[in-house]
T-cell receptor, first 112, second 112 residues
Framework: DAGITQSPRHKVTETGTPVTLRCHQTENHRYMYWYRQDPGHGLRLIHYSYGVKDTDKGEVSDGYSVSRSKTEDFLLTLESATSSQTSVYFC???????????FGSGTRLTVV | GENVEQHPSTLSVQEGDSAVIKCTYSDSASNYFPWYKQELGKGPQLIIDIRSNVGEKKDQRIAVTLNKTAKHFSLHITETQPEDSAVYFCAASKGAGNKLTFGGGTRVLVKP
């Protein structure tokens, strides 16, 4: 979607290696989110940010860390990738409470 | 935390018929209820939303209703078309930060 880009779009990595996914926005929105999407589970929140250097955990945060050093960038890191982290990862941005999200196009991550 | 349940998980309708998807939420403090449409290989896209001070909202062929007492809300699509085929997600949130909790999704297939 315009205003939000995710990179890479696809990645295959080996178990035990660190992986970083990037979300970049040009909308100057305060809130940014990382979700994972798996069959049968819908969209589950991993971590979110409510400002530069302000982040908090979501419902499935184990094994993930995030950083936000600039308004426009929100990084998701898998410290040591496992096969259970094979998923499609979506970043989203929002102006705040009572506003909908704009989602990126997703990153398909495969851990082998 | 909030729990959102969505039914049915799959829905097949004939072109021109109506489709209805229902969601229930658990937290009575939730006050914002968006609906997203996800096409294959893309991120979810906001199609309509409703706030707790409104009982119904329409946008062309799409309408959403909210029953706060029963804690459920529904998406209605009239005069369905093949391009309505997609996965639809409901969600709920409350307050600042706007962390959305998503339902499990409904795969809608419109048969020509």
């Amino acid at each position: 979607d315009a205003g939000i880009t995710q990179s890479p779009r696809h990645k295959v990595t080996e178990t035990g290696t660190p992986v970083t996914l990037r979300c970049h926005q040009t909308e100057n929105h305060r809130y940014m989110y990382w979700y994972r999407q798996d069959p049968g589970h819908g969209l589950r929140l991993i971590h979110y940010s409510y400002g530069v250097k302000d982040t908090d955990k979501g419902e499935v945060s184990d094994g993930y860390s995030v950083s936000r050093s600039k308004t426009e960038d929100f990084l998701l890191t898998l410290e040591s990738a496992t096969s259970s982290q094979t998923s499609v990862y979506f970043c989203a941005i929002s102006e705040g409470g009572g506003y909908g999200y704009t989602f990126g196009s997703g990153t398909r991550l495969t851990v082998v | 935390g909030e729990n959102v349940e969505q039914h049915p998980s799959t829905l097949s309708v004939q072109e021109g018929d109506s489709a209805v998807i229902k969601c229930t939420y658990s937290d009575s403090a939730s006050n914002y209820f968006p609906w997203y449409k996800q096409e294959l290989g893309k991120g979810p896209q906001l199609i309509i939303d409703i706030r707790s001070n409104v009982g119904e909202k329409k946008d062309q062929r799409i309408a959403v209703t909210l029953n706060k007492t029963a804690k459920h809300f529904s998406l209605h699509i009239t005069e369905t078309q093949p391009e309505d085929s997609a996965v639809y997600f409901c969600a709920a949130s409350k307050g600042a930060g706007n962390k959305l909790t998503f339902g499990g999704g409904t795969r809608v297939l419109v048969k020509p």
